[in-house]
C-alpha cells in the first residue's frame, strides 16, 4: 500500500500561471519534506515540516511557498513557474528528525512548464 | 561546497561484475541512508547504517558506515540488469540547525549490461 502519495504524477503548467502539487501519508510522520530534482541530479530539499514548524532552506526561491493544513497533508505552491523550474518534485515523510530518522518518498510529481 | 561527496557519479558494467560506491564527507552524521531511485519514480530505501562501523548486507548488496561516521560505501556482488537505477546517499547531520536534515550525494548512475 502507498504511504507517500503525490498528486498529480504529471503536471503541465503554463509560464507564470501558479500551480499546486499536493502530498498526503499514512504514516503519521511528523516530519514532512519537499525535494526539487532535476534530472540524473540529487534531490535538493526546498523546506521542510516539523509538525508544524515550518523550515524553509535558505536558497529557497520566495517563488516556492508550501502549507501543511495537517498532520497528512502538505502541498507545494509556486506562485509563477519559470521554465527553470521545470523539475521533478518529491514529498518525503519521516518519523522524527536525527538519528536513524528514515525517509520515505513519494513516487514525485513530474512539472513541465511551456 | 558538496557536503557529502559520491563517486563515481557513472559507471557501466557487465553482468556479473562487482562494484562499490563510495560516499564521503569531512562532517560526522547521526545516520547514513542509501536509496535506489529508477527513472520516473521517487527514491526507495534500501538501508540505513547509525553506528559507526556497522555493515549491513541486503542480497547481494554491502553497506558500510565509516568508524568515525563520515563515509560509507555500497558494494554489489554480481550485479544484475535489475540493480541499473541512480543510487544516492544521504546522511543526517549530527547536530547544529541543521540537526537531522538529510544531505544528499550527487548520485551514482548505475547500468549494467546484460
Known amino acids: 500500500d502507498a504511504m507517500v502519495i503525490q498528486n498529480p504524477r504529471y503536471q503541465v503548467t503554463q509560464f507564470g500561471k501558479p500551480v499546486t502539487l499536493s502530498c498526503s501519508q499514512t504514516?503519521?510522520?511528523?516530519?514532512m519534506y519537499w525535494y526539487q530534482q532535476k534530472s540524473s541530479q540529487a534531490p535538493k530539499l526546498l523546506f521542510h515540516?516539523?509538525?508544524?514548524?515550518?523550515?524553509n532552506e535558505a536558497d529557497t526561491p520566495d517563488n516556492f511557498q508550501s502549507r501543511r493544513p495537517n498532520t497528512s497533508f502538505c502541498f507545494l505552491d509556486i506562485r509563477s513557474p519559470g521554465l527553470g523550474d521545470a523539475a521533478m518534485y518529491l514529498c518525503?515523510?519521516?518519523?522524527?528528525?536525527?538519528?536513524?530518522?528514515?525517509?520515505?518518498f513519494g513516487q514525485g510529481t513530474r512539472l513541465t512548464v511551456v | 561546497t558538496q557536503l557529502l561527496e559520491q563517486s563515481p557519479q557513472f559507471l557501466s558494467i557487465q553482468e556479473g561484475e562487482n562494484l562499490t560506491v563510495y560516499c564521503n564527507s569531512s562532517?560526522?552524521?547521526?545516520?547514513l541512508q542509501w536509496y535506489r531511485q529508477e527513472p520516473g519514480e521517487g527514491p526507495v530505501l534500501l538501508v540505513t547504517?547509525?553506528?559507526?562501523?556497522e555493515v549491513k548486507k541486503l542480497k547481494r548488496l554491502t553497506f558500510q558506515f565509516g568508524d568515525a561516521r563520515k563515509d560509507s560505501s555500497l558494494h554489489i556482488t554480481a550485479a544484475q540488469p535489475g540493480d541499473t537505477g541512480l543510487y544516492l546517499c544521504?546522511?543526517?547531520?549530527?547536530?547544529?540547525?541543521?540537526?537531522?536534515?538529510?544531505?544528499f550525494g550527487q548520485g551514482t548512475i548505475l547500468t549494467v549490461h546484460p
Open positions: 518525503a515523510t519521516s518519523r522524527e528528525r536525527g538519528r536513524g530518522a528514515e525517509a520515505f
Open positions: 504514516l503519521n510522520h511528523n516530519v
Open positions: 515540516y516539523y509538525d508544524k514548524d515550518f523550515n
Open positions: 562532517s560526522v552524521f547521526s545516520s
Open positions: 547504517v547509525v553506528t559507526g562501523g
Open positions: 544521504a546522511g543526517a547531520r549530527a547536530g547544529g540547525t541543521s540537526y537531522g536534515k538529510l544531505t
